[in-house]
């Protein structure tokens, strides 16, 4: 089922005729409040208010096709970053290289995320870079390196399921880095990424551990782990109590509309929790690789399908 809706993620045909029905729009809508800034905004500002939790916030959208498109994104978060600001939120930016323009060369991912990251800035505020298609991690890991040279505010994305990324987090240390570590969600061949779930969340248990050691914290290193498992959850919260970790030394970091128990428990307890907010018109890929990492919330759009 997985290898299924990763397939359909990237199959163009799809990503222009499912949007178009309503049995699927309504689905989405229980992981991504709108397609606006406005309305993730809001749903923000209801998460912080209501409950205590911050949030990030991304514009979905990948491969950007022209220089012109990938100015016009740029455009739309160094606005973000100023509409986030005048509200008084706790809200985060998250971006991709490639809806920068990183398919277009690296100088223009550099020069927009560049934008982007002193816009944030200004404001006091983080920005964080997602990782794609493992042919993108070495430009990313450069793209981080350059940036976070200038800009101690900013983050990247590390992908558990990868073979290599033990290594990366090793050469990023240095950098006393922020880093959102996630379990992978991108289709990639058994001799790049581990194929079984068992060593995927074991993978993810070791470089969270290690994030979370003497050394990381020495340097300086924020850990975002990005998960929903509430097995492993658990099990890094005991590591992180035996091992002298308090709750302010690293937040779980979990998608809109998913395990909102889970959310309310670890703002109840006082623990680091925030919650990524994604909006915007391109919004069928992403959320077909949301179902690709848990098959089971299929039965959402089952569910909206016979709703009416």
Not at 142 to 168: K, M, N, P, V
Request: net charge negative; with cysteine.
């Amino acid at each position: 089922m997985r290898s299924i809706l990763l397939w359909v993620s990237e199959n163009k045909w799809c990503s222009a005729t499912f949007p178009r029905y309503g049995f699927v729009k309504r689905a989405v809508r229980h992981f991504m409040p709108g397609e606006t800034l406005d309305e993730a905004l809001d749903a923000g500002k209801h998460l912080e208010e209501g409950m205590g939790i911050p949030t990030l916030i991304t514009f979905l959208g990948e491969n950007v096709a022209d220089q012109a498109e990938a100015k016009a994104v740029t455009d739309h978060y160094v606005s973000a970053a100023g509409n986030v600001a005048s509200r008084g939120l706790d809200a985060e930016l998250s971006v991709k290289p490639t809806h920068l323009g990183l398919d277009l060369g690296f100088s223009v991912a550099e020069k927009n995320l560049r934008r982007i990251t002193e816009a944030a800035e200004e404001h006091g505020n983080w920005v964080w870079m997602d990782m794609e298609y493992s042919r993108y991690v070495d430009p990313t890991l450069e793209l981080y390196r350059a940036i976070r040279a200038d800009h101690a505010h900013f983050g990247i994305c590390l992908q558990s399921y990868l073979y290599r990324t033990a290594a990366d987090l090793e050469s990023l240390m240095p950098l006393g880095p922020a880093i959102r570590l996630v379990k992978g969600a991108y289709a990639e061949p058994a001799d790049i990424a581990f194929p079984d779930k068992a060593d995927v969340d074991q993978a993810f248990f070791d470089l969270a551990t290690r994030m979370l050691g003497t050394n990381a914290r020495e340097a300086g290193l924020r850990a975002g782990l990005a998960t929903h498992d509430t097995a492993l959850i658990r099990r890094i919260e005991e590591w992180a109590a035996a091992n002298g970790v308090g709750p302010e030394g690293y937040e779980i970091q979990m998608l809109y509309g998913i395990s909102g128990a889970e959310q309310r428990r670890l703002a109840r307890e006082g623990r680091g929790i925030r919650v990524l907010i994604s909006y915007g018109a391109h919004w069928f890929p992403w959320y077909v690789r949301r179902l690709a990492e848990r098959p089971a919330n299929l039965g959402f759009v089952l569910r909206s399908v016979f709703s009416r």
